[in-house]
């Protein structure tokens, strides 16, 4: 290449470079309507109803650490939560020792709360109606 072509070049990598960077977040937790988490793979139900901000709302839950908690060598951290970190991050599909696998782990943190509550679906059919 010419030299001053190596440079263009170098100046659009650069540039694109600097537009990664900047793009804004396409989405944020209000875009949440359902949950279809992919390491499950192949989906035996449809996804799972749950408007994230209208739900927590209706619910009165503004601990963000009440689902999202925060575990370091298997200890909860108080105080401390785990937005932004998906949670089959932590949770593999099968489960291990005292930790639920990915789908128990659903299931517990959002059943538990309806049953404690006694508010909120139980029945197979009523969350799973979405895509
Ligand atoms: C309170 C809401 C709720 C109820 C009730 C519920 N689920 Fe789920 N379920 C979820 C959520 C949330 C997930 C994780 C998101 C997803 O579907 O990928 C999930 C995941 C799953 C998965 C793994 C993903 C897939 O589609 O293969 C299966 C299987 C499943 N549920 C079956 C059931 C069955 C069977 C029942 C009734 C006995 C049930 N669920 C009741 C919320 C619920
Ligand atoms: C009732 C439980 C619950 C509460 C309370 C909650 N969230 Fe979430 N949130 C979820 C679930 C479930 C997901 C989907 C995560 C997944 O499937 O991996 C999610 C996803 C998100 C995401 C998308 C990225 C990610 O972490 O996967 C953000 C951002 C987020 N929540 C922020 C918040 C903030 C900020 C608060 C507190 C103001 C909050 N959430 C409170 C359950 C909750
Ligand atoms: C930073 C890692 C991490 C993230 C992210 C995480 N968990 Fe956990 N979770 C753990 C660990 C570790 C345990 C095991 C605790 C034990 O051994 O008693 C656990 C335990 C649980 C339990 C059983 C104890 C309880 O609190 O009822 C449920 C249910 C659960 N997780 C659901 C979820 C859901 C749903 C999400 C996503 C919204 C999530 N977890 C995100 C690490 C995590
Ligand atoms: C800490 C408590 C708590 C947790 C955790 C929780 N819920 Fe709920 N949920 C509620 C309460 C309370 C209501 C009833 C709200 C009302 O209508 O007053 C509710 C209502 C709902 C409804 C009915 C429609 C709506 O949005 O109000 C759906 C669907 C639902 N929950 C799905 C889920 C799913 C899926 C999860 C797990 C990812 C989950 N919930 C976790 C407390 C909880």
């Known amino acids: 290449m010419h030299p001053r072509h ?3 070049a170098l100046a659009l990598a650069a540039l694109a ?5 900047a793009a804004p977040t396409a989405w944020s937790q209000d875009d949440i309507v359902e949950l279809k988490a992919e390491a499950f793979g192949t ?6 109803v749950f408007k994230h901000d209208e739900h927590n709302e209706k619910a009165g839950l503004d601990d963000c ?16 939560d785990s937005v932004g970190t998906p949670c089959s991050d932590c949770h593999a599909l099968k489960g291990a020792g005292g930790q639920p696998g990915l789908r128990e782990a659903y299931h517990r943190q959002c059943k538990d709360c309806h049953v404690e509550k006694a508010a909120g679906p139980l029945a197979c059919g ?4 979405g895509s």
Do not use: F, I, S
């Open 126 to 129: 009523e969350c799973h109606t």
């Open 43 to 48: 989906h035996l139900r449809p996804a799972a």
């Open 6 to 8: 190596v440079l263009a």
């Open 17 to 21: 470079a600097v537009a990664l960077v």
């Open 65 to 80: 650490a009440r689902c999202h908690h925060y575990y370091e060598d298997g200890k909860l951290v108080e105080g401390q």
